[in-house]
């Protein structure tokens, strides 16, 4: 590929944490290195300064022996001139979360015991924590179940290693199964925005809802919605850029041929008449197209192909405006001004 990020070690898996560190952009991620499937997963590292040419760092954290999935996705978080990697991982069938710290981005032997569970009765799942700073105190947002409720949980901290739980923040939306995963919550130009990843939202899986955010309570003011509408993405990160722009990152996987990749960047905004939009993120702007031979409108209808075959067929009463990024094998479609985004591999 030519600017999207696939790496050269077996499998690779959903980003596990995006910051900006040191002056590069850290992106760490599931990495199965003994096989190119999904196995134990250890935790890889790639850096960028663009968003195009990408440098591999290696692998910056393993499973224990008796961990049978390994290090499930978590987040990354700046504080006191360090890095702080979240992570979740199990044991004896109960999901926990712990965190690793570095000094450089790049060497994290030393973890912290945050050891956090579930705080309801079922401890099998305690996944993806997200974690942030608000008002001087440190946030944590995971994903759990509550009796087959899928809860979004917050918890307090000074210090990012003994963690308060202060309730439930919000309802896994009910399109999801019995937890829901990679929870994230961020401010944008005033409004809060809360993002998860579902499994049962076919075909895309990627929800956001707007609202307000209290310290403790996320309030709605819209239901779940999709801008990806594609089947191929999932698992998103996002990261805030030292001038102040949200981007986000997410996994794309190709299930006919086994294969993988993280998404070009996408800018989180909302556009003049308030609706949240994903658009390509301003340092790979000039790899952006205003057509494609792979896209044609047609009879009311916008059609994705590849070589004579059409992948993809949606119904739009006008003609969309739409601007694309080609990639070897990938297609990303923002249609509309990034109010909606379609992406697929095309062969």
Same mark, same amino acid.
């Given at each position: 590929m030519r600017?999207?990020?696939?790496?050269?070690?077996?499998?690779?898996?959903c980003?596990s944490?995006?910051?900006?560190?040191?002056?590069?952009?850290h992106?760490?991620f /599931?990495?199965?290195?003994?096989h190119p499937?999904?196995?134990?997963?250890?935790?890889?590292?790639?850096?960028?300064d663009?968003?195009?040419?990408w440098?591999?760092?290696? @692998?910056?954290l393993s499973?224990?022996? *008796?961990d049978p999935?390994?290090?499930?996705p978590g987040?990354?978080v700046?504080? *006191?001139?360090?890095?702080?990697?979240f992570?979740?991982?199990?044991q004896?069938?109960?999901?926990?979360?712990?965190?690793?710290v570095? =000094?450089d981005g790049?060497d994290?032997s030393?973890?912290?015991?945050? *050891?956090?569970?579930?705080p309801?009765?079922?401890?099998?799942?305690?996944?993806?924590p997200?974690v942030?700073?608000?008002?001087?105190?440190?946030?944590?947002?995971?994903?759990?179940?509550?009796?087959g409720?899928g809860? @979004?949980?917050i918890?307090d901290? =000074? =210090?990012l290693?003994?963690?308060e739980y202060?309730? @439930?923040l919000?309802?896994?939306? $009910? $399109?999801?199964?019995?937890?829901?995963?990679?929870?994230?919550?961020?401010?944008e130009d005033?409004?809060?925005?809360?993002?998860?990843?579902?499994?049962?939202a076919?075909?895309?899986?990627i929800?956001?809802?707007?609202g *307000?955010?209290?310290?403790?309570?996320?309030?709605?003011?819209?239901?779940f919605f999709?801008i990806?509408?594609?089947?191929?993405?999932?698992?998103q990160?996002?990261?805030?850029?030292?001038?102040?722009r949200?981007i986000?990152?997410?996994?794309?996987?190709?299930?006919r041929n086994?294969?993988?990749?993280?998404t070009?960047?996408?800018?989180i905004?909302?556009d003049?008449?308030?609706r949240?939009?994903?658009?390509p993120?301003?340092?790979?702007?000039?790899l952006?197209?205003?057509?494609?031979?792979?896209?044609?409108?047609?009879?009311?209808?916008?059609n994705?192909?590849?070589?004579n075959?059409?992948?993809?067929s949606?119904?739009?009463a006008?003609?969309?405006?739409?601007?694309?990024?080609?990639?070897?094998?990938?297609l990303?479609?923002?249609?509309? /001004?990034?109010?909606?985004?379609?992406?697929?591999? @095309?062969c």
């Amino acid at each position: 590929m030519r600017y999207h990020y696939k790496n050269s070690l077996k499998w690779i898996g959903c980003p596990s944490g995006f910051v900006y560190f040191g002056g590069h952009y850290h992106i760490f991620f /599931g990495l199965n290195p003994l096989h190119p499937r999904f196995g134990p997963l250890h935790t890889g590292h790639v850096v960028t300064d663009d968003f195009i040419s990408w440098e591999e760092a290696g @692998i910056v954290l393993s499973p224990s022996e *008796d961990d049978p999935v390994g290090l499930k996705p978590g987040s990354a978080v700046e504080a *006191d001139g360090k890095l702080w990697l979240f992570y979740t991982a199990e044991q004896g069938g109960s999901e926990y979360i712990n965190c690793a710290v570095s =000094d450089d981005g790049y060497d994290f032997s030393d973890r912290k015991m945050a *050891d956090l569970v579930s705080p309801f009765e079922d401890k099998r799942y305690m996944r993806n924590p997200f974690v942030f700073e608000y008002k001087g105190k440190y946030k944590l947002i995971a994903c759990a179940s509550d009796e087959g409720t899928g809860r @979004i949980v917050i918890y307090d901290s =000074d =210090d990012l290693i003994n963690w308060e739980y202060k309730g @439930i923040l919000a309802d896994v939306p $009910a $399109a999801s199964w019995s937890c829901g995963e990679m929870p994230e919550l961020f401010c944008e130009d005033g409004t809060w925005v809360l993002s998860i990843q579902t499994a049962r939202a076919m075909p895309h899986k990627i929800l956001y809802a707007t609202g *307000d955010f209290d310290g403790y309570k996320f309030t709605f003011d819209s239901e779940f919605f999709a801008i990806e509408t594609g089947s191929a993405v999932e698992y998103q990160r996002s990261c805030l850029t030292p001038d102040g722009r949200r981007i986000q990152t997410a996994w794309m996987y190709d299930n006919r041929n086994n294969t993988a990749c993280f998404t070009a960047p996408r800018q989180i905004s909302f556009d003049i008449k308030g609706r949240l939009i994903l658009t390509p993120a301003e340092e790979i702007e000039f790899l952006v197209r205003k057509a494609s031979s792979f896209v044609e409108y047609e009879a009311g209808r916008l059609n994705i192909s590849f070589e004579n075959k059409t992948l993809r067929s949606i119904p739009y009463a006008h003609e969309p405006e739409i601007r694309v990024l080609e990639d070897i094998g990938t297609l990303e479609v923002f249609i509309n /001004g990034g109010r909606e985004v379609l992406s697929l591999y @095309i062969c």
